[in-house]
């Protein structure tokens, strides 16, 4: 059974920082573009990063760029994303998700879960002081 599983979520004060991690289990994460998306209490949900499968391109969301980095290590089958200098409305539920096309679903400044195949249940970050 193919499964992506995050971790790395917790309380952090506004300006720290944390590392989420998204791991494929039954399938190499190498092959897929992943995507990290957040859903924040009473929101819909929004595409954050994106990593492809092709050319490891990067994508941002404006409301993280700069501040958070998505990155893949092939040896641990995982991807990251590295979130620093959080802000209270960073305070979500972050969902990783792996589509097995070659390029992230990028509509102007909006990442898009089209093709996502695969989800995770979700890791929370809550970001208060």
């Known amino acids: 059974q193919l499964q992506v599983v995050e971790s790395g979520g917790g309380s952090v004060q506004p300006g720290g920082s944390l590392r989420l991690s998204c791991v494929g289990s039954g399938f190499r994460l190498y092959y897929y573009t992943i995507g990290w998306f957040r859903q924040a209490p009473g929101k819909e949900r929004e595409g954050v990063s994106c990593?492809?499968?092709?050319?490891?391109?990067?994508y941002y969301a404006d409301f993280v760029k700069g501040r958070f980095t998505i990155s893949r290590d092939n040896a641990e089958n995982a991807v990251y994303l590295q979130m620093n200098s959080l802000e209270p409305e960073d305070t979500a539920v972050y969902y990783c998700?792996?589509?097995?096309?070659?390029?992230?679903?990028?509509?102007?400044?909006?990442?898009?879960?089209?093709?996502?195949?695969?989800w995770g249940k979700g890791t929370l970050v809550t970001v208060s002081s």
């Open positions: 990593i492809s499968s092709s050319y490891g391109s990067t």
């Open positions: 998700a792996a589509n097995p096309d070659f390029f992230c679903a990028v509509e102007g400044s909006t990442i898009s879960d089209s093709g996502m195949d695969y």
